[in-house]
């Protein structure tokens, strides 16, 4: 290795990885000599490789196991994981001269704040260090795939059905009546998820009226594409309906108009930037237990109404 090096870490999802793209700009623009590795799961190297500017990626799947570099490798570690114990004894067995992080024994740092969003926070971070980032730095290029196969493109709508816990699934007999509205409005709806969310998204189809099923005008393509044919869906959408999931988190990237649904987080943190994106939640019902196996009530009390209203506004 000719170059010195900073490593940074965010062994989360795929939405998590996306609130962290201003903060990697800057460090990419902060430390423009250094080899910048960003330590995440493996899965995620398409979404590394759209971010751009990242040299390596150290696959790290989680915290359960020491970070695959030895001791003395990196000069500058980065949190961009959170502020506790295990992520601070991960990045200190680096043994780096540098470490850029929140106050905490032994580093550094601004104090955490919970009030402030997700991009904000680790620009703020980065910031409080001496580099500068910018938190509406956040938007991806597509990808160049062709996806027209799957039905994307102009003309299309996603309806993203699927979430990775249960307190963030909207009923299914509501996203089948979504489905409709956006097919009365000659929208071509793709059904999207994961593997493990294709039943839920067949669900979703057994619901939908047969007078809306014709000429491939609703297609289930949930776990059947690769995760940057993913993108490239989300990317040429006209609209996006989803939970607060990564595909929430794409619409905004690739700048696509969206309506958000929130249930255990709060839009505070994790909510859509600037643009064509509608938010919709109650807060006062807002129960906050991600890992719950039942829907948020914030979540539930989202009508098929409100989400066609702001689908309306959106599309007009």
């Known amino acids: 290795m000719d170059r ?24 990419r623009a902060g430390f423009p000599d250094h080899r910048l590795v960003l330590a995440c799961a493996e899965w995620l190297r398409p979404l590394v ?19 695959g570099m030895p001791p003395g490798v990196a000069d500058v570690v980065v949190n961009l994981h959170g502020s506790g114990a295990e992520s601070r004894d991960r990045l200190e067995a680096l043994e780096a001269p540098r470490r850029i992080g929140h106050m905490a024994p032994g580093w550094d740092g601004p104090e955490w704040r919970d009030d402030i969003h997700e991009r904000e926070r680790w620009v703020r971070l980065i910031n ?15 990808p160049d795939v062709d996806v027209s196969g ?35 409005r000659g929208k071509r709806v793709l059904l999207t998820g994961d593997k493990r969310e294709r039943e839920r998204a067949e669900q979703v189809a ?14 289930n393509i949930a776990g059947t594409m690769s995760l940057t044919e993913f993108f490239a869906v989300i990317a040429g959408a006209d609209i996006v309906v989803s939970a607060d999931t990564g595909a929430a988190h794409l619409a905004s990237a690739f700048g696509r108009p969206s309506v958000v649904l929130f249930g255990p987080a709060e839009p505070l943190h994790w909510g859509p ?3 064509p994106h509608r938010v919709l939640t109650d807060e006062s019902l807002r129960r906050g237990d991600v890992f719950a196996d039942s829907p948020d009530p914030a979540l539930l009390a ?15």
Request: glycine fraction near 14%; charged fraction near 25%.
């Open 302 to 316: 989202v009508g098929v109404a409100d989400v066609v209203r702001e689908v309306d506004g959106l599309l007009r």
């Open 49 to 67: 490789d759209l971010i751009g500017g990242i040299d390596e990626l150290l696959p790290t799947p989680g915290l359960d196991d020491p970070l």
């Open 128 to 142: 409080a260090h001496g580099v500068t980032g910018d938190a509406l730095d956040y938007r991806l290029d597509p």
């Open 206 to 219: 057994a619901l939908v009226g047969e007078e809306f099923r014709g000429d491939g005008r609703v297609c």
């Open 273 to 275: 930037p600037p643009g």
């Open 150 to 184: 799957f039905g994307a493109g102009p003309g299309s709508a996603i309806v993203h059905v699927g979430a990775f816990y249960a307190s963030r699934h909207w009923p299914v007999d509501r996203f089948a009546a979504v489905v409709e509205d956006l097919v009365r």
């Open 4 to 27: 010195p090096t900073v490593l940074a870490l965010r062994a989360l999802k795929l939405g998590d990885l996306l609130v962290a793209v201003p903060a990697l700009r800057g460090l």
